[in-house]
Protein backbone atom coordinates (compact mmCIF):
# COMPACT_ATOMS: atom_id res chain seq x y z
CA UNK A 1 0.00 0.00 0.00
CA UNK A 2 1.41 2.94 -0.77
CA UNK A 3 0.42 6.62 -0.12
CA UNK A 4 1.95 9.83 -0.51
CA UNK A 5 3.89 11.70 1.78
CA UNK A 6 1.34 13.85 4.26
CA UNK A 7 2.42 16.92 5.43
CA UNK A 8 0.49 16.33 9.16
CA UNK A 9 1.84 13.03 9.93
CA UNK A 10 5.20 12.91 11.25
CA UNK A 11 3.98 16.03 13.78
CA UNK A 12 0.78 13.45 14.65
CA UNK A 13 3.06 10.50 15.09
CA UNK A 14 5.39 12.30 17.55
CA UNK A 15 2.79 13.90 19.86
CA UNK A 16 1.51 10.76 20.52
CA UNK A 17 4.23 8.19 21.63
CA UNK A 18 1.61 7.15 24.28
CA UNK A 19 -0.08 5.35 21.06
CA UNK A 20 2.13 5.23 18.55
CA UNK A 21 5.87 3.35 19.19
CA UNK A 22 9.21 4.60 17.09
CA UNK A 23 11.51 2.21 18.80
CA UNK A 24 9.51 -0.74 19.34
CA UNK A 25 13.18 -2.36 20.62
CA UNK A 26 12.62 -0.81 24.18
CA UNK A 27 9.83 -2.43 24.75
CA UNK A 28 11.00 -5.89 24.13
CA UNK A 29 9.59 -8.28 27.07
CA UNK A 30 7.59 -5.40 28.43
CA UNK A 31 4.95 -4.42 26.06
CA UNK A 32 2.11 -5.35 29.05
CA UNK A 33 3.16 -2.20 30.22
CA UNK A 34 1.96 -0.50 27.72
CA UNK A 35 -1.97 -1.50 28.26
CA UNK A 36 -3.94 -0.83 30.66
CA UNK A 37 -4.72 -4.35 31.67
CA UNK A 38 -2.41 -7.67 31.23
CA UNK A 39 -4.03 -9.38 28.52
CA UNK A 40 -3.04 -11.75 26.13
CA UNK A 41 -1.39 -9.81 22.88
CA UNK A 42 -1.82 -10.14 19.48
CA UNK A 43 -0.11 -8.59 16.76
CA UNK A 44 -0.70 -7.78 12.95
CA UNK A 45 2.03 -7.77 10.42
CA UNK A 46 1.74 -5.07 8.25
CA UNK A 47 -1.85 -3.63 9.58
CA UNK A 48 -1.88 -0.79 6.82
CA UNK A 49 -4.58 2.09 7.21
CA UNK A 50 -5.84 0.29 10.75
CA UNK A 51 -9.15 -0.90 9.88
CA UNK A 52 -8.58 -4.99 10.83
CA UNK A 53 -6.57 -3.57 14.10
CA UNK A 54 -9.02 -1.03 15.27
CA UNK A 55 -11.71 -2.86 15.00
CA UNK A 56 -10.36 -5.72 16.42
CA UNK A 57 -9.54 -3.79 19.24
CA UNK A 58 -13.01 -2.65 19.77
CA UNK A 59 -14.24 -5.91 19.49
CA UNK A 60 -12.43 -8.09 21.89
CA UNK A 61 -11.90 -5.47 24.84
CA UNK A 62 -10.22 -8.26 26.86
CA UNK A 63 -7.19 -9.03 24.39
CA UNK A 64 -4.34 -6.44 23.84
CA UNK A 65 -3.66 -6.02 20.42
CA UNK A 66 -0.53 -4.46 18.17
CA UNK A 67 -0.20 -2.99 14.50
CA UNK A 68 2.51 -2.69 12.94
CA UNK A 69 3.68 -0.65 10.02
CA UNK A 70 6.56 0.11 8.15
CA UNK A 71 5.40 3.10 5.70
CA UNK A 72 5.06 6.45 8.03
CA UNK A 73 1.81 7.98 6.76
CA UNK A 74 -0.36 4.92 6.43
CA UNK A 75 0.53 4.44 9.88
CA UNK A 76 -0.60 8.59 10.49
CA UNK A 77 -3.64 7.05 9.26
CA UNK A 78 -4.13 4.55 11.42
CA UNK A 79 -3.12 6.69 13.91
CA UNK A 80 -5.54 9.39 13.30
CA UNK A 81 -8.29 6.56 13.02
CA UNK A 82 -7.04 4.72 16.74
CA UNK A 83 -7.23 8.09 18.16
CA UNK A 84 -10.76 8.74 17.96
CA UNK A 85 -11.39 5.70 19.65
CA UNK A 86 -9.38 5.75 22.50
CA UNK A 87 -9.09 2.25 22.80
CA UNK A 88 -6.72 1.23 25.93
CA UNK A 89 -6.12 -2.29 24.80
CA UNK A 90 -4.66 -0.90 21.21
CA UNK A 91 -1.02 0.15 20.27
CA UNK A 92 0.69 0.77 17.22
CA UNK A 93 4.12 0.27 15.97
CA UNK A 94 6.21 2.05 13.13
CA UNK A 95 8.53 -0.33 12.07
CA UNK A 96 9.71 -3.05 10.08
CA UNK A 97 7.32 -6.49 10.32
CA UNK A 98 10.56 -9.04 9.37
CA UNK A 99 12.48 -7.77 12.37
CA UNK A 100 10.11 -9.15 15.13
CA UNK A 101 11.96 -11.22 16.92
CA UNK A 102 13.63 -7.82 18.28
CA UNK A 103 11.30 -6.40 19.43
CA UNK A 104 8.96 -9.49 21.33
CA UNK A 105 10.51 -11.96 23.52
CA UNK A 106 10.04 -15.65 23.18
CA UNK A 107 6.75 -16.37 24.10
CA UNK A 108 5.56 -12.84 24.49
CA UNK A 109 2.40 -13.09 21.88
CA UNK A 110 -0.92 -15.26 21.61
CA UNK A 111 -0.84 -14.64 17.71
CA UNK A 112 -0.08 -13.30 14.48
CA UNK A 113 -2.31 -11.90 11.53
CA UNK A 114 -1.07 -11.74 8.02
CA UNK A 115 -3.54 -9.48 6.30
CA UNK A 116 -2.95 -9.55 2.52
CA UNK A 117 0.44 -9.55 2.62
CA UNK A 118 2.92 -8.24 -0.17
CA UNK A 119 2.89 -11.98 -2.40
CA UNK A 120 6.29 -11.16 -4.15
CA UNK A 121 5.04 -13.60 -7.10
CA UNK A 122 8.81 -13.85 -8.69
CA UNK A 123 10.44 -17.07 -7.66
CA UNK A 124 13.88 -14.91 -6.94
CA UNK A 125 11.71 -12.70 -4.48
CA UNK A 126 10.48 -16.06 -2.26
CA UNK A 127 12.26 -15.27 0.97
CA UNK A 128 10.37 -12.24 1.38
CA UNK A 129 7.13 -13.85 1.78
CA UNK A 130 5.71 -13.16 5.15
CA UNK A 131 5.04 -17.05 4.97
CA UNK A 132 8.12 -18.09 3.95
CA UNK A 133 10.40 -20.60 6.50
CA UNK A 134 12.35 -18.02 7.81
CA UNK A 135 9.30 -15.74 8.78
CA UNK A 136 7.64 -18.62 10.06
CA UNK A 137 10.64 -19.39 12.83
CA UNK A 138 10.49 -16.16 14.12
CA UNK A 139 6.65 -16.30 14.24
CA UNK A 140 7.01 -19.82 16.29
CA UNK A 141 10.08 -18.53 18.52
CA UNK A 142 7.54 -14.84 19.75
CA UNK A 143 4.79 -17.03 20.06
CA UNK A 144 3.25 -18.80 23.31
CA UNK A 145 3.62 -22.40 23.07
CA UNK A 146 1.04 -23.85 20.31
CA UNK A 147 0.69 -19.97 19.37
CA UNK A 148 -1.58 -19.18 16.61
CA UNK A 149 -1.63 -17.74 13.44
CA UNK A 150 -4.22 -16.79 10.70
CA UNK A 151 -3.47 -15.56 7.25
CA UNK A 152 -6.01 -13.85 5.07
CA UNK A 153 -5.23 -13.29 1.01
CA UNK A 154 -7.04 -12.24 -2.30
CA UNK A 155 -3.87 -13.68 -4.51
CA UNK A 156 -4.38 -17.35 -5.38
CA UNK A 157 -0.76 -18.23 -5.69
CA UNK A 158 -0.03 -17.18 -2.52
CA UNK A 159 -2.16 -19.20 -0.43
CA UNK A 160 -1.04 -22.34 -2.31
CA UNK A 161 2.63 -21.46 -1.30
CA UNK A 162 1.42 -20.50 1.96
CA UNK A 163 -0.30 -23.85 2.54
CA UNK A 164 2.76 -25.75 1.31
CA UNK A 165 5.12 -23.71 2.95
CA UNK A 166 3.25 -24.27 6.50
CA UNK A 167 2.34 -27.53 5.71
CA UNK A 168 6.37 -28.56 5.56
CA UNK A 169 7.18 -26.52 8.70
CA UNK A 170 5.05 -28.46 10.87
CA UNK A 171 2.06 -25.99 11.13
CA UNK A 172 -1.06 -27.79 12.12
CA UNK A 173 -3.96 -26.57 10.36
CA UNK A 174 -7.38 -25.52 11.98
CA UNK A 175 -9.55 -24.56 9.45
CA UNK A 176 -8.97 -23.30 5.66
CA UNK A 177 -11.11 -20.95 3.61
CA UNK A 178 -11.47 -20.82 -0.58
CA UNK A 179 -14.45 -18.61 -0.27
CA UNK A 180 -13.91 -16.95 2.86
CA UNK A 181 -17.13 -14.96 2.52
CA UNK A 182 -19.51 -17.52 1.50
CA UNK A 183 -18.54 -19.73 4.62
CA UNK A 184 -20.19 -19.43 8.01
CA UNK A 185 -16.54 -17.70 9.37
CA UNK A 186 -17.69 -14.53 7.86
CA UNK A 187 -19.82 -13.94 10.34
CA UNK A 188 -17.32 -12.69 12.68
CA UNK A 189 -14.93 -11.90 10.37
CA UNK A 190 -13.42 -8.67 10.39
CA UNK A 191 -12.34 -6.58 7.24
CA UNK A 192 -9.45 -4.80 5.69
CA UNK A 193 -9.29 -1.99 3.76
CA UNK A 194 -8.29 -4.33 1.14
CA UNK A 195 -10.70 -6.86 1.87
CA UNK A 196 -13.16 -4.83 1.48
CA UNK A 197 -11.88 -3.40 -1.31
CA UNK A 198 -11.38 -6.99 -3.12
CA UNK A 199 -14.14 -8.63 -2.22
CA UNK A 200 -17.06 -5.78 -3.17
CA UNK A 201 -15.44 -6.82 -6.57
CA UNK A 202 -16.44 -10.18 -6.33
CA UNK A 203 -12.75 -12.03 -5.58
CA UNK A 204 -12.17 -14.34 -3.79
CA UNK A 205 -10.99 -14.24 -0.20
CA UNK A 206 -8.64 -17.40 1.00
CA UNK A 207 -8.04 -17.77 4.75
CA UNK A 208 -6.17 -20.10 6.80
CA UNK A 209 -5.36 -20.26 10.20
CA UNK A 210 -3.60 -22.71 12.49
CA UNK A 211 -1.20 -23.03 15.50
CA UNK A 212 2.86 -24.34 15.69
Given at each position: ?????????????????????T???Q?????????????????????????????????????????????????????R?A?????????L????????N???????????????????????H????????????????????H???????D????????L????N??????????????T?????????????????????????????
Open positions: MRVRNKAWAEPLIEAHPELMIDPLNKGDWQKRFKKKQPIRIEVGMGKGQFIIQMALKYPQINFIGIEIQRSVAAIALDLEESLPNLQVLADGADLEYFDNGEIDRVYLNFSDPWPKKRVKRRLTYKSFLHVYQEILVDGALEFKTNQGLFEYSVSLNYGFVFDAVFLDLHHEEAVENVETEYEHKFSAKGQRIYKLSGHF
